[in-house]
């Protein structure tokens, strides 16, 4: 499939939306109901450093996009691909040159596989595909497919973007882990696989109520310590982690597709106290549970002659 830039007729930077910083925090606004965002640009851009719980990847078709993290600097230009992690602090400046496609999209619908936890070393890092990378050019055939259904946006638009970008990351996952280092291979590969998986599984199906440690290390087979262990080799986090995780992805869906009360999502998530639900989605998201949905739940279809909001409070 051949890439097709964006019109160099672009005329707003948030063509179909806008941007909702608070501090350094992102909000992303979707479309549609939609877990997915694609911005066509040719203008120069600058973004101040901030952070989503999105991940973001950056196409351009000429100039440069110039991302800054932490300490290093990706100059990413036409023909290459630029994978920013969820939660990654990044800036980003681009020259009147610049032509590029910027995608956003939730991971969790992707990070809920029993697969992903295997390279979830991978998620966590940006990935940065130059033009004598083997993948690049199947990935970008897969990432325009992408870009097609977003703005085609049929009947289930929405699952078959993340059909692609399953793909994607599928392309990915074989490359890391057959470039592996034998330790990290070796460690893979102690670990009970299936079993794992089906730990994953069994919390995935079971996270809204009141479990723990000693119960899905009994489900595996396992003393609690060992099952601790090896969960963390094979997830890359914590069992307590990954189940905070889990729910608070749940709270999150919950607050913006319903209207059911705080403690609602609450007690449907797992979560034990409505207490206990403020204070961990607050330090995950930085917002309280009420603030996530009144940012979310009315701007789900923006008006684009709305201006962009930045709270810097």
């Not at 999502?265 to 206990?276: C, E, K, L, Q």
């Amino acid at each position: 499939m051949e890439l097709r830039q964006p019109e160099a007729s672009v005329k707003s930077r948030f063509p179909d939306g806008f941007r909702i910083l608070k501090g350094k925090q992102e909000y992303i606004t979707y479309v549609d109901h939609s877990s997915i965002r694609i911005w066509a640009s040719a203008l120069a851009t600058h973004y101040d450093t901030h952070m989503h719980s999105a991940i973001e990847i950056i196409m351009p078709y000429s100039g440069a996009s110039t991302y800054q993290l932490a300490d290093e600097t990706y100059e990413v230009r036409r023909g290459e691909i630029l994978f920013i992690p969820s939660g990654c602090s990044h800036s980003l400046t681009e020259s009147s040159e610049t032509v590029r496609h910027l995608l956003l999209f939730e991971p969790s619908p992707l990070m809920n596989l029993s697969d992903v936890p295997s390279i979830e070393p991978l998620m966590r890092k940006p990935i940065y595909l130059q033009e004598d990378n083997v993948l690049r050019r199947e990935v970008a055939d897969l990432l325009s497919r992408v870009i097609d259904c977003y703005s085609l946006q049929e009947p289930m638009w929405n699952l078959q973007c993340y059909s692609y970008l399953l793909m994607v990351y599928s392309l990915l996952g074989r490359e890391y882990l057959r470039h592996a280092s034998p330790k990290e291979e070796d460690e893979r590969l102690s670990i009970d696989s299936p079993i794992m998986n089906s730990a994953i599984t069994y919390i995935n199906e079971h996270y809204m109520e009141d479990i723990s440690l000693e119960q899905v290390a009994a489900f595996a087979g396992f003393s609690k310590y060992y099952f601790s262990r090896t969960f963390k080799s094979f997830a890359g986090m914590s069992f307590s982690d990954f189940l905070t995780q889990r729910r608070l992805t749940a709270a999150s869906d919950l607050l913006v597709r319903t209207n059911q009360s705080i403690q609602h999502v609450a007690t449907s998530s797992g979560f034990a106290s409505t207490a206990t639900f403020n204070r961990v989605f607050r330090d995950h998201k930085n917002c309280t549970p009420t603030q996530y949905r009144a940012i979310y739940s009315s701007l789900m279809m923006p008006d684009p002659n709305t201006p962009v909001f930045e709270d810097h409070s």
